[in-house]
């Protein structure tokens, strides 16, 4: 029973043609520690240069969007004083590497807010149809620019995603309930 | 102000050498810090105190960089802007941009950075090896 389940989990995952699946609450060592595994994935595959960076750039933006934004969390009830309790707060997600032919996917979820869907579509269909000297064009000026508010990066993440793909980003929502919406996001490299 | 700024690189963070004595500075490895502001702060701070004294003097500044997140791309675009404004007020200012060359993403963006300064000599060269 207990084996059954998990071996088909595992070749659920199998048949997709995922290398690596993580599940759960993510932190800046879980991204270290995949990180570097994936690295050695990449070496033992003898995939090149350009195509390592860009996964591992990648999967970087993927995890880091997790670990920043979100919108499931757990936190610990009282944060010691001495900090903004951002120490504590711990967040949730999905990320998938995966293998298809000669490419890599790299496919990360989380639940965002609802109120956050229509400004997410619309960012993500504008870098999605544009053609690279477009994204070298906004990535500049982006570069540039304050970040918008509530942003906790460069605000580049998407551009970076999406310039390091060899194929246009693929995004999907998914409404969980009134107030929660499952993003996921898709990059082919 | 004190000589020389010696940050030993680590899995995440870059190298960051300045050798201030030498005019010599530079940056080399991979940035992808947990915490971009605190990693990058003592740098800014370094290499403020340093340009506000350089005046006319000259100074090179090399970026070896292999990969860097977005995040990072920002701090990287600061250290440009700190420079290029030292040029401005006189001083020799010589920016080497390495790429990998198996790696045109970070060949690109050092272009993208070499476009925006304007007195500051920018170098693009290739990794050596």
């Known amino acids: 029973m207990l084996a059954g389940q998990l071996m088909d989990l595992r070749s659920m995952l199998h048949s ?9 609450y993510v932190t800046e060592p879980v991204l270290s520690g995949v990180g570097e595994a994936l690295k050695q994935k990449l070496t033992i595959d003898d995939a090149d240069t350009k195509t390592l960076r860009s996964v591992f750039a990648i999967f970087v933006e993927q995890m880091q969007n997790i670990i920043r934004y979100s919108a499931e969390k757990a936190h610990q009830p009282m944060p010691p004083a001495s900090d903004a309790g951002a120490l504590n707060e711990i967040r949730y997600g999905i990320l998938t590497i995966g293998r298809e032919g000669n490419d890599y996917m790299v496919c990360a979820g989380n639940l965002v807010r609802q109120s956050d869907v229509p400004r997410l579509k619309e960012r993500l269909s504008r870098i999605r149809n544009m053609s690279k000297e477009e994204l070298k064009a906004l990535y500049k000026e982006q570069l540039r620019a304050d970040p918008e508010q509530g942003s906790k990066g460069a605000g580049l993440g998407f551009m970076e995603i999406a310039r390091r793909a060899t194929q246009p980003i693929d995004f999907d929502f998914a409404d969980v309930d009134g107030e929660y919406s499952f993003f996921a996001l898709k990059a082919t490299i | 102000m004190r ?3 010696d940050i030993e690189a680590t899995s995440r963070t870059p190298a960051v050498v300045f050798d201030f004595a030498n005019n010599h500075l530079k940056i080399a490895g991979e940035s992808y810090p947990e915490d971009v502001t605190e990693f990058y702060r003592p740098v800014f701070d ?8 350089l005046d006319k003097g000259s100074c090179r500044f090399d970026f070896e960089l292999i ?6 791309a920002k701090a990287v675009m600061m250290l440009m802007d700190k420079l290029e404004a030292a040029a401005k007020k006189g001083a020799a200012v010589d920016v080497h941009w390495f790429y990998d060359k198996e790696d045109d993403t970070m060949q690109e963006l050092g272009e993208e950075f070499g476009e925006d300064l304007e007195t500051a000599m920018f170098h693009l060269e290739k990794m050596p090896g």
Do not use: E, P
Request: aromatic share 16%; no cysteine.
């Open chain 1, 16 to 24: 997709q043609g995922v290398i690596f699946a993580y599940s759960g």
């Open chain 2, 3 to 5: 000589d020389k700024l």
């Open chain 2, 46 to 53: 370094a290499l403020d105190a340093y340009l506000g004294k």
């Open chain 2, 67 to 72: 990969y860097l997140n977005s995040s990072s």
